[in-house]
């Protein structure tokens, strides 16, 4: 149990890809804060999960796009457990929708802005001062859109993700003296209900068939790798956007 007596926060932990880092990092022994937007229902089923595999893990409702918010979690965090928090993985964020830039509102590229890039400021300013002197992990979720510019209707999505890796570059040169790593995950094509809602059947195949390894990945094998960049298994890695994508695109 490689996070043993460690405290994380899991933003947007409640289902999908944050449903299973939640309880792998609780499987490995770590303390778990899930974070939940508005579906208490998902994030119940989270904790269900996690206590029945013998974690300890309580949910926190929240806006990460709202600073009060986002100060009220991590003050809610270092109550329920030691005052601390050790791991922090921001996994909100989202497509939303997909519109072509010639019909796009202001105000929805905005909005893209806010959910992806502004919350993983506004959580990283807010988590500082709760990490012991030891130091300890943060990592974000970016995505193979930053990469690649993403599909068709997703350019403000692939640039608020491109914002999101480009920052964990400079926390981690800004932290890493405090002793703060500081990474990011750049998923491709994860078999989840993102996908489900915005990627079309005949899409979704054509993409796995070009993979080299044939197939879409799993939320699970990307809690694998948070888990590993939130242990001192990775203790000398900072800075770096990790692709996770079966060999589709190489950085």
């Known amino acids: 149990m490689k996070l043993q007596n460690k405290v994380a926060v899991v933003t947007g932990g409640a289902r999908d890809i944050g449903r299973q880092v939640s309880l792998k990092l609780a499987k490995e022994g770590a303390k778990v804060v899930v974070n939940y937007f ?9 904790l269900k999960m996690i206590k029945d595999a013998g974690g300890e893990a309580v949910s926190v409702q929240g806006d990460m796009t709202k600073a009060d918010d986002v100060k009220r979690l991590f003050q809610q965090a270092a109550s329920a457990f030691t005052g601390k928090v050790d791991i922090m993985v921001h996994v909100v964020g989202g497509l939303v929708a997909r519109h072509q830039v010639v019909e796009m509102e202001e105000k929805f590229w905005d909005f ?4 992806n890039a502004k919350s993983a400021f506004l959580v990283t300013r807010e988590v500082i001062p709760y990490f012991p002197e030891s130091g300890g992990s943060i990592i974000y979720f970016s995505s193979q859109a930053a990469r690649d510019g993403g599909g068709p209707g997703a350019s403000a999505y692939a640039a608020s993700k491109g914002a999101v890796m480009t920052f964990a570059r400079s926390m981690a040169k800004e932290l890493g003296p405090k002793n703060i790593r500081v990474n990011a995950v750049a998923p491709g094509m994860i078999a989840t209900s993102f996908h489900d809602r915005f990627t079309k059947d005949e899409v979704r195949e054509r993409v796995a068939a070009g993979t080299p390894l044939r197939r879409e990945g ?3 094998e990307v809690a694998d790798l948070i888990a590993y960049l939130a242990s001192d298994e990775s203790s000398f890695l900072t ?3 990790v692709d996770i994508n079966g060999g589709l695109y190489f950085s």
């Open 112 to 115: 893209l802005m806010e959910v």
């Open 239 to 241: 800075g770096l956007n």
């Open 218 to 220: 799993k939320a699970e």
């Open 38 to 46: 508005d579906n208490e229902a998902d994030a119940d089923e989270t």
